[in-house]
């Protein structure tokens, strides 16, 4: 991965609606949980983070600003193009 391509467990466009899923959830921590336990590649992000001791929004702006990329202005496009 080069210097200003984020891809933690890629968060490709066409998941917009999943994290609005989530941020719409009545239980969010419920309902990421239970997608964590049924993707490996989720599961290994979630050790990454919890072996860090950063919550998920620290660990997310941490490594987006590692590469060279604006954690606001990534979200800010994500959920404006696919809203």
Do not use: C, H, W
Request: aromatic residues 8%; proline residues 7%; hydrophobic residues 30%.
């Amino acid at each position: 991965m080069t210097k200003g391509q984020l891809n933690p467990v890629s968060l490709p466009s066409k998941n917009n609606n999943l994290f609005k899923q989530i941020l719409n959830s009545s239980n969010p921590n419920e309902l990421l949980n239970s997608m964590i336990s049924q993707n490996p590649k989720l599961q290994s992000v979630m050790q990454l983070m919890n072996s860090s001791g950063m919550t998920p929004k620290q660990f997310f702006y941490n490594y987006a600003q590692q590469q060279g990329i604006n954690p606001d202005e990534f979200l800010r496009k994500e959920f404006n193009n696919n809203g």
